[in-house]
C-alpha cells in the first residue's frame, strides 16, 4: 500500500482519479436534471403508462451514485492528503522560516 501511496502521490495519479470522482457525480447530477427535464416537457400533459416512479426512480439512484462518488473522492483525498501531524506542520514551518531568512 505504501508503494502505491508514493506513486499516487508524485505522479499526481491520485488527484486526478479524486478530480474524476468528483467530475462523475457532477455529470451524475446534470445527466438526470436532463432527463427529469425533457421527460417532464415531452409528456408535459400525460404520462404514459409504467412510468408513474420515474422521478423516484431516477432521483434516488442518481443520489446513491453521487453520494457513493464523492464518498469516495473524501476517503482518497482523506487517504492520499489527508491530516499531516502536528510535528509535520511545525517542522515546514520552520523550514519555510529558515528559507525567508536566508
Given at each position: 500500500m505504501r508503494i502505491?501511496?508514493?506513486?499516487?502521490l508524485t505522479e499526481y495519479i491520485g488527484t486526478i482519479l479524486v478530480a474524476v470522482l468528483i467530475a462523475?457525480?457532477?455529470?451524475?447530477?446534470?445527466?438526470?436534471?436532463?432527463?427529469?427535464?425533457?421527460?417532464?416537457?415531452?409528456?408535459?400533459g400525460s404520462q404514459p403508462f409504467g412510468h408513474e416512479l420515474s422521478l423516484t426512480y431516477s432521483l434516488f439512484s442518481a443520489i446513491v451514485r453521487i453520494s457513493f462518488y464523492l464518498g469516495c473522492a473524501y476517503f482518497l483525498w482523506l487517504g492520499f492528503y489527508g491530516i499531516k501531524p502536528a510535528a509535520d506542520e511545525?517542522?515546514?514551518?520552520?523550514?519555510k522560516e529558515n528559507t525567508a531568512a536566508k
Open positions: 502505491i501511496k508514493e506513486i499516487l462523475d457525480a457532477f455529470t451524475t447530477f446534470v445527466v438526470t436534471l436532463d432527463q427529469q427535464l425533457t421527460f417532464h416537457f415531452r409528456f408535459a511545525d517542522r515546514l514551518q520552520m523550514e
